[in-house]
């Protein structure tokens, strides 16, 4: 568990006393995992795993950001990228139909941002075939990776500009501003995620110090995924009372709440996060409409088309209300 994991029974300002430390860290647990995850009998458990786990915190819909990794067999025979696409899709309908109240699960492909251009150009001409050949579980394309050391998103203009000049719809869900630093080229992600037409800012933490893109991404309804126990636990903040998304959420722009992984950082499903938001951005005037707010935030800014949405938010709303008199406030 301490190989694959950030948990640990110290205290963890001393065991993990910088930023550059704790993403070594993350870092080296990923490299761990690798091997026993991309094992496809593992990966089918794994990831059915994960949904009951996030049902079980009463989750009813997510979108996951993937990798999608080459899986392999004992026999050393490998599976590509839409085979490992087609499992998410494959397992997420067995689990719908053992759950009913599941509503689903959209994925999101992703490449580590530390390649090349090259690379990446070819990663979106797949994502562009994927999104085509399998619509309903495919959401969209990101990258992930500690922002502050990859490559920004301008040097990779040209292969995201792709499905732009050939008519393609590919949605991004960019990580954007999950950075302290101030100014850098890095700094500028969230200004290009937003020229890019980016669907949604994953993390966005620096946005309150670019005031046009906070305006643009207000305007645009571009909601802004907060991790708080993400930004925590990889020292973007201390205390959460002082995380930038309070003052977002005082203002009213578009936000949800992300458990970014929860399995490393020791925690589990979304509640926590839920609670650390409630409770540190909200203060003394949460109150039970500040999470009826969030919740539906989740299905508003979501990936699914209206429809789909109108229909999720009906499912939501039986949920809501039953466990409003249950609880009888
Ligand atoms: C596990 O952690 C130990 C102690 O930090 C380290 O020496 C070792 O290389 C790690 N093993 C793997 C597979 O990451
Ligand atoms: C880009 O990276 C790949 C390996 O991931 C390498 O084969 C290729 O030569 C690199 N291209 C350039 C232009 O550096
Ligand atoms: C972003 O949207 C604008 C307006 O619809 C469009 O002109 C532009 O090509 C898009 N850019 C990308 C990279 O998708």
């Known amino acids: 568990m301490a190989n694959m994991t950030l948990f640990t029974d110290q205290d963890p300002e001393s065991v993990y006393p910088s930023q550059d430390l704790i993403w070594g860290k993350f870092e080296q647990c990923f490299l761990a995992l690798w091997g026993l995850v991309t094992y496809a009998p593992v990966f089918r458990d794994y990831y059915y795993q994960g949904l009951a786990q996030f049902y079980t915190d009463n989750v009813m819909y997510m979108e996951v950001r993937a990798l ?3 899986i392999y067999e004992l026999d050393g025979s490998t599976h590509d990228t839409a085979w490992t696409l087609k499992t998410y899709q494959d397992i ?4 719908t139909a053992e ?4 509503f ?3 994925v999101i492909f992703t490449i580590h941002r530390g390649v090349n251009a090259s690379k990446m150009a070819r990663a979106v001409e797949e994502a562009m ?3 085509r050949d399998f619509p309903d579980i ?5 990258l992930v990776g500690r922002e502050d050391s990859g490559r920004p998103l301008w040097y990779f203009r040209d292969a995201l500009s792709l499905p732009a000049e050939r008519g393609v719809t590919l949605p991004y869900f960019f990580h954007a501003g999950e950075t302290d630093l101030e100014g850098t080229e890095v700094d500028q992600n969230l200004l290009d995620a937003l020229l890019l037409n980016t669907s949604r800012i994953g993390h966005g933490f620096a946005l309150l110090r670019h005031p046009v893109a906070k305006d643009l991404s207000r305007k645009r309804g571009v909601a802004v995924e907060v991790c708080p126990i993400s930004n925590q636990v990889m020292k973007l903040v201390k205390d959460l009372r002082n995380h930038p998304a309070a003052t977002l959420m005082s203002e009213n722009h578009p ?4 458990s970014d992984d929860p399995g490393m950082f020791g925690s589990s499903g979304l509640s926590y996060d839920f609670y650390e938001a409630f409770v540190g951005f909200g203060g003394m005037r ?6 009826k707010e969030l919740a539906i935030n989740s299905i508003r800014y979501s990936s699914l088309n209206p429809k789909q949405q109108e229909k999720a938010l009906a499912l939501w709303q039986r949920r809501w209300d039953n466990f409003v008199s249950e609880n009888a406030f």
């Open 92 to 95: 997420t309908r067995q689990f």
């Open 99 to 102: 759950y009913p109240e599941f």
């Open 286 to 291: 949460s109150n039970l409409g500040s999470l």
């Open 138 to 142: 495919m959401a969209g394309f990101d």
């Open 129 to 131: 075939k994927l999104q």
């Open 255 to 258: 936000l949800v709440i992300s």
């Open 68 to 70: 999608l990794p080459e």
């Open 104 to 106: 689903g699960v959209r």
